[in-house]
């Protein structure tokens, strides 16, 4: 069975930093490209970041570059969202994403529940 | 403000039927293909339809999927109580160089 397991969430200050992890586990991580996708109070679903399988391509929503981080560790079957310079805005629900791309097809199949990330003072 | 365009809510009876529209531009949904997510409260979103108009195995017939040039649509059919949610249209988008999501369809069923 496919699960993800986000943790790392929590309060943080305005300009402060935050790492969340996800635990990946019934499927071969390797395999996958992998998605962080952030829900605000009240808002709908957005998409942060993505990575490839082996780390070589990475792509963020414009209004993370620069800030936010993702990584991989194939190895312990493990996604990373770094994130600085945290800002009120960056306040919601992360969901670990795992991303179906092969041949022409391409979709979100497996969704954790989500960790919660809050910037206040 | 996203960059596709959904109706902020929808409803319909039991056993109606509703449709749902995305609309975006030439570098999303007329480039790629469009995913549809169901989020239903207290539960992580999970896949409805992929490339347009493909249902993943579990996911029952009445809900279909369409696409005509830079628009997409969802249908439900014979509306259930279990469908209340919101739902949201995502193609890749060119130009953005990253997935996008419509900014979601809350739907009633009254």
């Known amino acids: 069975e496919v699960q993800l397991v986000e943790s790392g969430g929590g309060l943080v200050q305005p300009g402060g930093s935050l790492r969340l992890s996800c635990a990946a586990s019934g499927f071969t991580f390797s395999n996958f490209w992998m998605t962080w996708v952030r829900q605000a109070p009240g808002k709908g679903l957005e998409w942060v970041a993505n990575i490839k399988k082996d780390g070589s391509e990475i792509h963020y929503v414009d209004s993370v570059k620069g800030r936010f981080t993702i990584s991989r560790d194939n190895a312990k079957n493990s996604l990373f969202l770094q994130m600085s310079s945290l800002r009120a805005e960056d306040t919601a629900v992360y969901h670990c994403v795992r991303e179906w791309d092969f041949g022409y097809e391409s979709y979100f199949d497996y969704w954790g529940q989500g960790t919660l990330v809050a910037v206040s003072s | 403000q996203s960059v596709l365009t959904q109706p902020p809510s929808a409803s319909g009876t039991p056993g109606q039927r509703v449709t749902i529209s995305c609309s975006g531009s030439?570098?999303?949904?007329?480039?790629?293909?469009v995913n549809w997510y169901q989020h239903l409260p207290g539960s992580a979103p999970k896949l409805l339809i992929f490339d347009d108009d493909q249902r993943p195995s579990g996911v029952p017939e009445r809900f279909s999927g369409s696409k005509s040039g830079t628009s997409a649509s969802l249908a439900i059919s014979g509306l259930q109580s279990e469908d209340e949610g919101t739902y949201y249209c995502a193609p890749w988008d060119d130009s953005l160089n990253g997935w996008v999501f419509g900014g979601g369809t809350k739907l009633a069923v009254l």
């Open positions: 030439r570098s999303n949904i007329g480039s790629n293909s």
